[in-house]
């Protein structure tokens, strides 16, 4: 049973335009989430994160909308840039047993074209 | 900017052999976990470890594994007797108990290839 879901798993954006990437969660209980980004061969590198009671947050080129009620999260980096191109983790938590609890959705791998 | 540690980046070994993967967590961090991926494939969770104790492990995380954190700096991951299906990328990551992002930190891994 994945809770976690990526259901792209690629994406090719022009340079300088929107890269939307999103992912679905189906437990309830998760308190936050999160977007890692990952380069072959290296290990995921944290990028934005939001907690289960907010809707929104931003940070520089990245934003992440959270949709409860949809159980639907996604991640837009705008403008998007080649430096940008690497596989996307989305993640969740959940505090579970006196510790946190992390699930991984499968990664979108995002392309950047010059 | 604190960061986590892991060594090796590459271990070679021989199936059956034993395998130590070491790593060092920022500092003033308190839960401790090893994920791995295999080539292609998603990053999988092995075993989380907290106040000196398993927390939970994954159905992957069998009699063949074991975690410890001998010195209350580095965190280890034995493998008893290597397994074709056990060559991976193995991820250590680090978290504090933060009420903030509930952010995980993860290291440059250790790439395990069994022969």
């Known amino acids: 049973d994945q809770q976690v879901k990526q259901n792209s798993p690629s994406l090719s954006v022009q340079e300088g335009r929107i890269s939307i990437l999103n992912c679905d969660y189906t437990n309830s209980m998760f308190d936050y989430f999160l977007w890692y980004k990952k380069y072959p061969a290296e290990g995921p590198t944290f990028l934005i994160s939001i907690s289960s009671i907010k809707d929104k947050n931003e940070d520089g080129r990245f934003t992440v909308f959270l949709n409860k009620s949809a159980k639907h999260l996604s991640l837009h980096i705008v403008p998007s840039q080649p430096g940008d191109s690497a596989v996307y983790f989305c993640a969740a938590s959940e505090r579970y047993s006196g510790t946190y609890k992390y699930i991984f959705g499968t990664g979108t791998r995002l392309k950047v074209l010059a | 900017e604190p960061e986590v540690t892991q060594t090796p980046s590459h271990q070679v070994t021989q199936m059956g052999q034993e395998v130590i993967l070491r790593c060092v967590p920022i500092?003033?961090?308190?839960?401790f976990y090893w994920y791995r991926q295999i080539l292609g494939q998603k990053v999988e969770f092995l075993v989380s470890f907290y106040n000196n104790e398993i927390s939970e492990k994954s159905e992957i995380f069998d009699d063949q594994f074991s975690v410890e954190r001998p010195d209350g700096s580095n965190f280890t991951l034995k493998i008893r007797s290597t397994k074709l299906e056990d060559s991976a990328m193995y991820f250590c990551a680090s978290a504090r108990d933060s009420a903030n992002t509930g952010e995980l930190f993860f290291g440059e891994g250790s790439r395990l290839t069994v022969l």
């Open positions: 500092s003033n961090h308190l839960y």
